[in-house]
């Protein structure tokens, strides 16, 4: 099956810093992604829809000054939390539809765990 | 907003039962998706079962969905210590892959 990497798996950083997260199709091309959070012992939370070359596409409450997307290329979406806080703190992971194996399951990456200090 | 309400929250069985698990959602669907996270990780999806369809199996897995009551389950036969892991529904409303999760079943699978 198609495989969705995230970098890093963990990241620990002081409150007022950003931090970048990313999320990779290694085998297939992504023109859409999606991000979603995380609490613990809870459900996903959609986020955003990341859309290559265009604006990502927020849920509402989301803020989109807050959580920073780009899409610049087919296999890649960053996620970027500026200025964290220790609320930002979660488990967040991107998915991606391959579109090429005709099927509307998606592909999730393995998360990235953000703790704000 | 989530979309699937599930029950029930937590399960815990012996190797060789079986597991069965429902979610309920509110609107209508295309599709209808089970995945499964195991502890810190990302979800793998299991199984997806459209609108006009009424039963699926996958290997151990079976699915239905009955749209008239807006519910699904998934029943895991002859469980294994293996598929001890939290299982979600998810709908796509509007087939986009926006994806709605239900608050998930967490199972645990005793040898």
């Known amino acids: 099956g198609a495989v969705v990497s995230q970098h890093p798996s963990r990241v620990i950083c002081k409150s007022g810093t950003s931090v970048k997260i990313e999320c990779r199709s290694l085998?297939?091309?992504?023109?859409?992604m999606f991000w979603y959070r995380q609490f613990p012992k809870k459900s996903l939370m959609l986020m955003a829809t990341?859309?290559?070359?265009?604006?990502?596409?927020?849920e509402q409450g989301v803020e989109k000054d807050k959580f920073l997307i780009n899409h610049a290329s087919l296999t890649l979406s960053t996620l970027t939390v500026t200025s964290a806080h220790p609320e930002d703190s979660s488990f967040y992971i991107c998915?991606?539809?391959?579109?090429?194996?005709?099927?509307?399951?998606?592909?999730f990456g393995p998360g990235t765990r953000l703790t704000v200090l | 907003s989530q979309q699937g309400e599930e029950d029930p929250q937590a399960l815990s069985i012996q190797e060789g039962e079986n597991a069965t698990m429902n979610c309920s959602y509110k609107?209508?669907?295309?599709?209808l998706q089970w995945y499964r996270q195991n502890s810190g990780r990302g979800l793998v999806h299991l199984i997806l079962?459209?609108?006009?369809?009424r039963e699926k199996h996958s290997g151990r897995l079976r699915v239905t969905l009955d749209t008239s009551k807006k519910s699904s389950s998934l029943l895991i036969t002859a469980s294994r210590a293996a598929d001890t892991a939290s299982y979600f529904c998810?709908?796509?409303?509007?087939?986009?892959?926006?994806?709605?999760f239900g608050a998930g079943t967490q199972v645990v699978v005793t040898p």
């Open positions: 990341s859309n290559e070359g265009s604006k990502a596409t927020y």
């Open positions: 085998d297939f091309q992504a023109t859409t």
């Open positions: 998915s991606a539809r391959d579109y090429g194996q005709g099927t509307f399951g998606q592909f």
């Open positions: 609107t209508s669907i295309n599709n």
């Open positions: 079962i459209r609108s006009n369809e």
């Open positions: 998810a709908t796509d409303p509007d087939s986009w892959g926006k994806l709605q």
